[in-house]
C-alpha cells in the first residue's frame, strides 16, 4: 500500500480514495463521507486497525482501475494484506461501515439505486467474501459523515453536523 495518507495533529488523515493501517496508539480520520464509504477493519487481538475511504464499488466504472484503495471490492484485499504485515490476522478481523449516502436523492430516477447504497453493497459483499464480520454501521440516508477510529481501542466514531456523535 503506498502512502497515501497525511499525519497532522496526531492522527492519520485518509482522503478519497486512499487507505491507512496503524497500530496501538495510532488514530486514523477520514472527512466528508457522502456517497463514498469508510470500511474500518480491526483486529483487536493484535490491537492493529486500517481505514479505506472508497469512492466506488467495482473498478469497472472507472477509466483509472490503478488504485485498489478507490473501490469497495478491492480496498478490503488490500486493507487485510497491509494489516497482516503489523500482525494483524484475517480470522480475528471485524468491520465497521460508515457512509454510503444518497446526498442527491431529490435528483434521482424513482426506484434507482444511488451510488451511496452500491458502496455499501459492495462493501458487504467483499468483507463477506473475506469472512469479516460487520460489527457495527452508519450507513446510508441524506447526510455526509466523518470517522474517527481509534485503533487501539477499537472506538469507531462517526461525526455529522447537526447530529449526535455515534460511537461504533
Excluded: W
Excluded at 60 to 80: C, E, H, M, Y
Excluded at 138 to 145: C, E, H, I, K, L
Amino acid at each position: 500500500m503506498k502512502p497515501l495518507s497525511t499525519t497532522m495533529n496526531g492522527a492519520t488523515y485518509v482522503r478519497v480514495a486512499q487507505a491507512a493501517v496503524g497500530g496501538a496508539d495510532d488514530t486514523l480520520v477520514t472527512l466528508g463521507l457522502g456517497s463514498c464509504v469508510a470500511i474500518v477493519l480491526h483486529d483487536a487481538g493484535a490491537r492493529v486497525g486500517g481505514l479505506a475511504h472508497v469512492l466506488l464499488p467495482e473498478p469497472a466504472l472507472s477509466r483509472d482501475q490503478g488504485n485498489a484503495n478507490k473501490f469497495a471490492s478491492t480496498a478490503v484485499p488490500a486493507l487485510i494484506q497491509e494489516m497482516a504485515r503489523l500482525g494483524a490476522r484475517p480470522g480475528r478481523l471485524t468491520a465497521r461501515l460508515v457512509g454510503g449516502a444518497a446526498m442527491f436523492q431529490g435528483l434521482m430516477v424513482p426506484g434507482s439505486l444511488n451510488m451511496g447504497a452500491r458502496n455499501v453493497i459492495a462493501a458487504r459483499e467483499a468483507l463477506e467474501r473475506a469472512g469479516i464480520p460487520v460489527l457495527g454501521e452508519d450507513v446510508g440516508r441524506d447526510y455526509g459523515r466523518s470517522v474517527r477510529f481509534h485503533v487501539g481501542a477499537g472506538r469507531t466514531t462517526v461525526s455529522s453536523v447537526g447530529k449526535t456523535d455515534v460511537v461504533l
